[in-house]
Protein backbone atom coordinates (compact mmCIF):
# COMPACT_ATOMS: atom_id res chain seq x y z
CA UNK A 1 0.00 0.00 0.00
CA UNK A 2 3.09 2.25 0.75
CA UNK A 3 4.23 1.95 -2.57
CA UNK A 4 1.09 2.99 -4.15
CA UNK A 5 1.12 6.45 -2.15
CA UNK A 6 4.75 7.21 -2.75
CA UNK A 7 5.48 6.07 -6.41
CA UNK A 8 2.24 5.66 -8.32
CA UNK A 9 3.49 5.69 -11.73
CA UNK A 10 5.34 2.45 -10.32
CA UNK A 11 2.28 0.51 -8.94
CA UNK A 12 -0.47 1.76 -11.68
CA UNK A 13 -1.13 -0.20 -14.59
CA UNK A 14 0.65 1.07 -17.64
CA UNK A 15 4.30 2.11 -15.95
CA UNK A 16 6.27 1.93 -19.71
CA UNK A 17 3.86 4.69 -21.09
CA UNK A 18 4.13 8.12 -21.18
CA UNK A 19 2.37 9.92 -18.18
CA UNK A 20 1.17 13.32 -19.24
CA UNK A 21 0.81 14.48 -15.91
CA UNK A 22 4.90 13.90 -15.45
CA UNK A 23 5.69 15.23 -18.55
CA UNK A 24 4.00 18.56 -17.98
CA UNK A 25 6.02 18.44 -14.08
CA UNK A 26 9.31 17.46 -15.68
CA UNK A 27 8.39 20.76 -18.40
CA UNK A 28 7.14 22.45 -15.56
CA UNK A 29 10.33 22.28 -13.76
CA UNK A 30 12.62 23.02 -16.85
CA UNK A 31 10.81 26.07 -17.14
CA UNK A 32 11.01 27.38 -13.86
CA UNK A 33 15.07 27.56 -14.29
CA UNK A 34 14.93 28.23 -18.18
CA UNK A 35 12.41 30.91 -18.41
CA UNK A 36 13.51 34.10 -15.86
CA UNK A 37 16.93 33.20 -17.23
CA UNK A 38 16.01 33.71 -21.05
CA UNK A 39 13.72 36.63 -20.00
CA UNK A 40 17.28 38.10 -18.20
CA UNK A 41 19.35 37.03 -20.92
CA UNK A 42 17.00 38.62 -24.09
CA UNK A 43 16.96 41.68 -22.43
CA UNK A 44 20.74 42.18 -20.99
CA UNK A 45 21.02 46.28 -20.80
CA UNK A 46 18.29 46.21 -23.91
CA UNK A 47 19.65 44.33 -26.18
CA UNK A 48 20.36 40.06 -25.89
CA UNK A 49 23.24 38.47 -24.43
CA UNK A 50 24.50 37.23 -27.08
CA UNK A 51 24.23 39.92 -29.63
CA UNK A 52 26.87 41.71 -27.48
CA UNK A 53 31.08 41.05 -27.09
CA UNK A 54 30.91 39.19 -23.42
CA UNK A 55 30.74 35.81 -23.47
CA UNK A 56 27.95 36.29 -20.51
CA UNK A 57 25.59 34.60 -22.41
CA UNK A 58 27.19 30.76 -21.63
CA UNK A 59 26.42 31.71 -18.05
CA UNK A 60 22.59 31.74 -19.01
CA UNK A 61 23.26 28.42 -21.17
CA UNK A 62 24.73 26.72 -18.43
CA UNK A 63 21.49 27.50 -16.61
CA UNK A 64 19.00 26.55 -19.18
CA UNK A 65 20.68 23.53 -18.91
CA UNK A 66 20.96 22.65 -15.55
CA UNK A 67 16.51 23.22 -16.52
CA UNK A 68 16.87 20.39 -18.63
CA UNK A 69 19.03 17.97 -16.69
CA UNK A 70 16.54 18.46 -13.49
CA UNK A 71 13.57 17.83 -15.72
CA UNK A 72 15.14 14.83 -17.19
CA UNK A 73 15.82 13.57 -14.12
CA UNK A 74 12.18 13.91 -12.64
CA UNK A 75 11.07 12.71 -15.52
CA UNK A 76 13.15 9.44 -14.77
CA UNK A 77 12.35 9.46 -11.74
CA UNK A 78 8.98 9.20 -11.29
CA UNK A 79 8.51 6.95 -14.59
CA UNK A 80 11.58 4.78 -14.90
CA UNK A 81 10.44 1.98 -17.15
CA UNK A 82 9.57 5.39 -19.66
CA UNK A 83 12.26 7.70 -18.25
CA UNK A 84 14.06 8.66 -21.74
CA UNK A 85 10.20 8.97 -23.55
CA UNK A 86 9.06 10.95 -20.59
CA UNK A 87 12.09 13.52 -20.38
CA UNK A 88 11.77 13.66 -24.46
CA UNK A 89 8.44 14.65 -24.25
CA UNK A 90 8.92 17.11 -21.53
CA UNK A 91 11.86 18.65 -23.10
CA UNK A 92 10.17 19.08 -26.56
CA UNK A 93 7.48 21.13 -24.67
CA UNK A 94 9.43 22.80 -22.77
CA UNK A 95 11.40 24.17 -26.25
CA UNK A 96 8.36 25.06 -28.00
CA UNK A 97 7.45 26.98 -24.60
CA UNK A 98 10.68 28.75 -25.04
CA UNK A 99 11.01 29.21 -29.12
CA UNK A 100 7.44 30.56 -29.12
CA UNK A 101 8.31 32.90 -26.21
CA UNK A 102 11.44 34.30 -27.98
CA UNK A 103 9.42 34.81 -31.49
CA UNK A 104 6.60 36.46 -29.70
CA UNK A 105 9.15 38.97 -28.38
CA UNK A 106 10.99 39.25 -31.71
CA UNK A 107 7.94 40.04 -33.56
CA UNK A 108 5.76 41.47 -31.34
CA UNK A 109 7.99 43.67 -28.54
CA UNK A 110 11.20 44.60 -30.75
CA UNK A 111 9.94 44.31 -33.97
CA UNK A 112 12.77 42.39 -35.63
CA UNK A 113 13.53 39.41 -37.50
CA UNK A 114 15.30 36.32 -36.83
CA UNK A 115 18.62 35.96 -38.08
CA UNK A 116 19.56 32.93 -39.76
CA UNK A 117 22.10 32.44 -37.22
CA UNK A 118 19.70 32.46 -34.19
CA UNK A 119 17.64 29.85 -35.94
CA UNK A 120 20.57 27.63 -35.92
CA UNK A 121 21.55 28.10 -32.37
CA UNK A 122 17.53 27.25 -31.58
CA UNK A 123 18.14 23.95 -33.15
CA UNK A 124 20.85 23.24 -31.59
CA UNK A 125 19.40 24.31 -28.45
CA UNK A 126 16.58 21.72 -29.57
CA UNK A 127 18.84 19.07 -29.45
CA UNK A 128 21.05 20.12 -26.45
CA UNK A 129 17.80 20.30 -24.48
CA UNK A 130 16.33 16.65 -25.63
CA UNK A 131 19.73 15.17 -25.04
CA UNK A 132 20.63 16.52 -21.71
CA UNK A 133 16.82 15.61 -20.73
CA UNK A 134 16.94 11.90 -21.91
CA UNK A 135 20.81 11.64 -20.30
CA UNK A 136 19.48 12.99 -17.15
CA UNK A 137 16.61 10.94 -17.12
CA UNK A 138 18.58 7.63 -16.89
CA UNK A 139 20.16 9.09 -13.89
CA UNK A 140 16.84 9.70 -11.93
CA UNK A 141 15.84 6.08 -13.42
CA UNK A 142 18.88 4.66 -11.27
CA UNK A 143 18.16 6.85 -8.38
CA UNK A 144 14.67 5.61 -8.13
CA UNK A 145 15.80 2.27 -8.92
CA UNK A 146 17.93 2.07 -6.34
CA UNK A 147 15.39 3.67 -3.80
CA UNK A 148 13.02 1.47 -4.57
Known amino acids: MSSEVTRPAQTLGGASRLCWADIALSALITLVLAVPTMAVEEDWHGRPMIDQSSHLWM ?55 VPSAVVELWCWGLVAGIVSSAVSSQLGQRFARSRG
Open 59 to 113: VAAAIVVTGFLAGGFFAGYRRPAAAVANAAAAAGIAVIVLIMAALSRRFLVVHEG
